[in-house]
């Protein structure tokens, strides 16, 4: 998971949205489609589309059911459906089930994947047509 600084730079130098962080809590449940341009930690349940031009943290106590349109994934609790990232972390006590398509993928020891992995060519920060399309292909 990235380190922020107080001038809300990651430790590589590289800059972040404007600042701030959406936190969706224990108890709460979200059904929809989230358009986010902060980050967004969640501990609840969001059952949807995340699009997100930052990072996207499911937390231990965190479960999200859909697809996650992100620059950056951190999973730490459940995830199942269909992610495109530029960078995916998986922590040791999450799990991912679906697939995913990432520039880089990172699996801590004991994180469980089940699912298909694909690998991104591009950096740019992935667009809501990619998501639709993932959610398209589903429905045939």
Do not use: W
């Not at 969640?42 to 943290?57: A, L």
């Amino acid at each position: 998971m990235a380190i922020f600084t107080n001038d809300n730079k990651q430790l590589d130098g590289s800059s972040t949205s404007s600042g701030g962080a959406t936190i969706i809590a224990t108890g709460t449940t979200i059904k929809g489609e989230i358009d986010i341009e902060c980050r967004l930690h969640i501990d609840g349940y969001v059952e949807g589309t995340i699009n997100s031009k930052d990072t996207v943290m499911i937390g231990k106590n965190g479960f999200v059911k859909g697809i996650i349109n992100a620059h950056a994934l951190v999973v730490a609790g459940k995830f199942i459906g269909d992610c495109v990232s530029n960078i995916l972390e998986l922590k040791a006590q999450g799990r991912i089930e679906g697939t995913i398509t990432a520039n880089e993928l990172v699996v801590e020891r004991k994180g469980v994947f089940v699912g298909e992995s694909k690998v991104r060519d591009s950096k740019e920060i992935p667009s809501k047509d990619i998501a639709k399309d993932i959610d398209s292909k589903k429905k045939v």
